[in-house]
């Protein structure tokens, strides 16, 4: 089965709201075999929404449409559907009884708008919504499915949860599996290229490569008549892939570079703590996105200035005299003077010239150190970055996680 998203809304055309369900729904489709080859985005718009609605039945058995489901007179996703089907709208009392007990519950009072929100095409299935006011829909018709979401994710991801897959997972002939294989410290087109035999030869299961800032990731998809078969076609790849990649994987699926960090530090009984110049907290920030990394972070200090690593870190004049800031020996120092100061078993630091200003044919924007003090031992890396302000220092951060992951692994 095919399938399209049509999300509706002015806003979203405009970038005041980011458009997540989209993003969402595509990606559940795939989990149950229901391949979606086009999204659309229309505003609050009768007449460029009834394209759209026939647009996407012209290319897909399935259309899901979200947003556009409240009181105000430019909510129309509905009432043109109805239009495109030829059904009348009518009252469902059971709908409208629950948003009169809403309102109730919240002490509220209610506009006869709301109303509008009841009235649902003649024939179709109502979907319930538990988290807000207006109900969905489902139409079928002439061998065509549309189901009516409402737009808040908060409402969208539990009517599609609940109701939605239910629906489609039965008349899908296919289930996937996949599983997303997340790889630091090798280029995309290395990465790639140690794959190459399997990617041209794909069938099933596919392998699809996506570049994201100083990392790989490759989802490994399979299909099969049910979730054993698919997982059958999928584990060899799956298995292939790792021995071939080994260390520089850090996780799968969801997990996160940060979380392999303090996972590591979690399991080995250790503190870390950091000292930041031209990341600017940024590295701190992103273990404090952990849960239960209290256990384990100590303290980030932002030492900018040359004042601030000597009097906070300890860092020696004379190295930042004869090194300059930017240096394998002011990283060293920076981080093993947090370590010490601190009192953590490991201490990292950053330190670079990130942009766009500041760089010299010897020192040039875009090198970077990072140091490590790691039970003791001293190191530094240097790094030759890349991009924008903003990119060179969110290199420098994943380039920190990494190497500090590979570390504690050796612990």
């Not at 298995?239 to 979690?266: C, P």
């Not at 256990?295 to 932002?302: D, N, P, R, S």
């Not at 906070?312 to 240096?327: D, I, P, Q």
């Not at 760089?359 to 030759?384: D, I, M, N, R």
């Amino acid at each position: 089965m095919t399938a399209e998203v049509i999300a509706v809304g002015t806003e979203l055309l405009l970038g005041d709201i980011l458009n997540t369900n989209a993003r969402y729904l595509a990606r559940e489709l795939a989990k149950i075999g229901v391949n979606v080859y086009f999204q659309t985005v229309v505003g609050d718009n009768r007449a460029r929404l009834l394209d759209a609605y026939k647009a996407a039945f012209g290319r897909a058995d399935i259309v899901i449409a979200t947003g556009g489901l409240g009181p105000t007179e430019d909510d129309l996703t509905k009432e043109t559907a109805a239009e495109y089907f030829g059904l009348d709208l009518e009252l469902h009392e059971p709908s409208w009884e629950k948003i009169r007990g809403i309102f109730r519950n919240m002490h509220s009072n209610m506009s006869l708008t709301n109303k509008k929100q009841a009235m649902m095409p003649k024939g179709c299935v109502i979907l319930e919504n538990d988290n807000g006011t207006a109900p969905g829909c489902c139409i079928e018709k002439d061998g065509k499915l549309l189901f009516l979401l409402p737009g808040p994710p908060n409402e969208c991801v539990p009517m599609y949860e609940h109701t939605v897959a239910p629906i489609l997972k039965p008349r899908s002939g296919a289930v996937l599996a996949s599983k997303t294989l997340k790889i630091c410290g090798i280029g995309e087109s290395q990465a790639e290229e140690m794959l190459k035999d399997l990617i041209d030869t794909q069938k099933n299961p596919t392998i699809a490569p996506y570049a994201k800032t100083s990392e790989v990731w490759f989802r490994i998809t399979a299909s099969g008549a049910g979730e054993a078969e698919a997982h059958a076609a999928m584990n060899p790849v799956l298995e292939e892939v790792r021995r071939r990649f080994g260390e520089n994987i850090y996780g799968e699926d969801d997990d996160t570079l940060e979380g392999a960090v303090v996972k590591a530090l979690l399991d080995k009984g250790l503190t870390i703590a950091c000292a930041e110049s031209c990341t600017g907290g940024a590295l701190t920030s992103k273990l404090v996105d952990c849960p239960g990394v209290s256990a384990a972070l100590l303290e980030g200090a932002v030492t900018y200035s040359n004042e601030a690593k000597m009097k906070r870190l300890g860092v020696k004049a004379e190295t930042l005299e004869k090194y300059g800031a930017v240096s394998a020996q002011t990283a060293s120092e920076m981080a093993a003077g947090i370590a010490r100061t601190s009192g953590a078993d490991v201490g990292v630091s950053t330190t670079g010239i990130a942009g766009p200003d500041g760089g010299t044919p010897e020192k040039p924007v875009g090198l970077v150190y990072v140091g490590l003090c790691v039970k003791g031992e001293v190191s530094a890396l240097e790094l030759h970055l890349t991009g924008n302000r903003e990119k060179v220092r969110t290199r420098t951060v994943v380039t920190a996680l990494d190497s500090l992951r590979r570390a504690l692994a050796k612990v």
